[in-house]
């Protein structure tokens, strides 16, 4: 194990010279760090690398061993407690989060010393992980230690993988998710019910893309492409980026994904544009996924977004996906210049035949539940009583219906055991979940209406209410307007 001459010392007065350092006129943290750990280990070579290279991650993965030395009282921790999710029963576990701690650290029968140090400075927070390595077993190459470069390489690849993540762009960093790539798991393709043949086009389109690189080259034109879907909120946007992303990553060749979750951050959105392309590029082919396009790139940073797009640096192999509820909100600049957003893919209210689809969806999810019957015809029954209702409110009705359904059966209601006595006039109205699901879709519609007046009535409050109701407004009549031509046309 690494040691200076006297390790309690050492690190006794590495915390003491960090006192002395926030209590005196500040500079450097990190310099201030580097330098304590120098004069206070002079057997060792010190090596300064940011966290986001995840040495400590590195262990946490089960790579190395990284124990935290507990025995003073020096170190900075939150001490929090992590409960379980799943209301299992269990008490979940403890953990520190270090600000400020020491580990003694082992990698490949090597032993380091690694240092964690977080500060805020200037307005942002920094975080370093300092390791030392005795120089005595080193081999120094122009300065620098060759076993902690070993180690800060396996590291940062390690840390540049994904293991079963998305990366997500937050709070002006990149970050691997473990639990939004479990989320997209479930998601496919099947559960996407859109216009078959706007979903054939999306799907060649998105495939074509990663498929067709040397075609790209061949006529010269920039291996770069991207795509809006736009449309009113519940029919569909999401669950296709999700199905998307399920997709690419189950291809032979797998394609990542970047999400950009937020741009907001202390160093301001400039910089994190600046940061989201570079890892695209880093990354590509990789699709890139701006959700709610038009919040994330306002007018503010309109420009800057625009040269990273198409200015002098390449972003061959990246495909960017942006989504939007009001494409009215967007620039032109962005929403009508091909090259930047190529495609534009509308997601509409579902018409007879998708809402019919989405039924005969939920039947096939059903089909073994032996207390719900749901014949076919049920399937265009419901259609028919949802004119309007977006694919969310769709979805809510069936969940709301079969929750009730299971409540009442519970407690043996003669109303759910088909025991009403009502004539049965269409071949449905005798049926348990028809019954229920109308039910609840009046409940439905009676909202839509509240919340229609509602939103009319805090439109007094200014023009920018007023404008998003008239958005709102027009795009609910466009979509009507298409279901009767289309039905006209059927």
């Known amino acids: 194990m690494v040691e200076s001459n006297n390790p309690e010392c050492a690190k006794t007065q590495v915390f003491d010279d960090l006192r002395r350092h926030y209590g005196a006129t500040r500079h450097s943290t990190e310099l201030a760090i580097t330098n304590s750990l120098r004069s206070r280990y002079p057997d060792c070579s010190t090596t300064v690398t940011p966290a986001t290279t995840g040495v400590l991650s590195f262990a946490t993965a089960g790579q190395a061993e990284a124990e935290l030395d507990t025995t003073m009282d020096e170190y900075s921790a939150w001490r929090v407690h992590s409960p379980v999710t799943d209301r299992s029963g269990q008490e979940g576990t403890m953990a520190d989060g270090v600000f400020f701690g020491k580990y003694d650290y082992r990698w490949k029968n090597l032993g380091f010393i690694v240092y964690s140090a977080s500060w805020r400075e200037n307005g942002c927070m920094h975080k370093n992980e300092y390791i030392l390595f005795k120089k005595a077993d080193d081999v120094i190459v122009d300065g620098h230690s060759k076993r902690t470069d070993e180690l800060i390489a396996a590291a940062s690849q390690w840390s540049e993988d994904l293991h079963d993540e ?19 798991q479930d998601s496919t393709w099947d559960d996407v019910i859109l216009d078959e043949t706007m ?57 990542p994904t970047l999400y950009v979750k937020s741009l907001a951050g202390c160093r301001g959105p400039h910089y994190a544009i600046r940061a989201i392309f570079t890892k695209a590029r ?45 494409l009215d909100r967007l620039d032109p600049g962005i929403a009508k210049r091909p090259s930047r957003f190529d495609r534009k893919y509308h997601f ?30 049920l399937s265009a029954a419901i259609a028919e009583i949802t004119e309007g209702f977006s694919f969310a409110y769709l979805k809510e009705a069936f969940i709301t219906s079969l929750l009730v359904i299971v409540a009442n059966q519970r407690v043996g209601t003669k109303e759910l055991n088909g025991m009403n006595g009502d004539a049965d006039t269409n071949g449905v109205e005798s049926n348990v979940l028809w019954r229920t699901l109308s039910k609840q879709v009046g409940i439905l519609r009676a909202e839509q209406e509240e919340s229609l007046k509602s939103v009319d009535e805090a439109a007094q409050n200014g023009p920018t209410a007023s404008n998003n109701i008239a958005v709102y407004r027009a795009m609910r009549a466009q979509e009507r307007a298409r279901q009767r031509q289309s039905q006209a046309a059927l």
């Not at 998305?166 to 997209?184: G, I, N, R, T």
């Open 166 to 184: 998305v990366w997500v762009f937050d709070q002006e960093h990149w970050s691997k998710d473990s639990e939004l790539w479990k989320s997209v």
């Open 199 to 255: 979903k054939k086009t999306l799907v060649e389109d998105v495939e074509g893309f990663f498929d067709r690189k040397d075609d790209y080259k061949q006529f010269g034109v920039p291996w770069k492409r991207g795509i809006i879907f736009h449309g009113i909120p519940g029919n569909g946007k999401t669950i296709s980026i999700k199905a998307l992303v399920h997709f690419l990553s189950s291809r032979s060749d797998p394609v």
């Open 282 to 326: 880093q990354t590509a082919p990789c699709l890139l996924v701006f959700e709610d396009l038009d919040s994330l790139i306002t007018d503010k940073v309109k420009s800057f977004f625009l040269n990273e797009v198409d200015g002098l640096e390449s972003n061959d192999g990246i495909m960017m996906i942006g989504s939007t509820n009001y």
């Open 348 to 377: 509409a209210l579902p018409a007879v035949a998708e809402r019919i689809r989405y039924c005969e969806y939920w039947r096939s999810k059903l089909a073994n539940n032996k207390s719900i019957d749901f014949p076919e015809k």
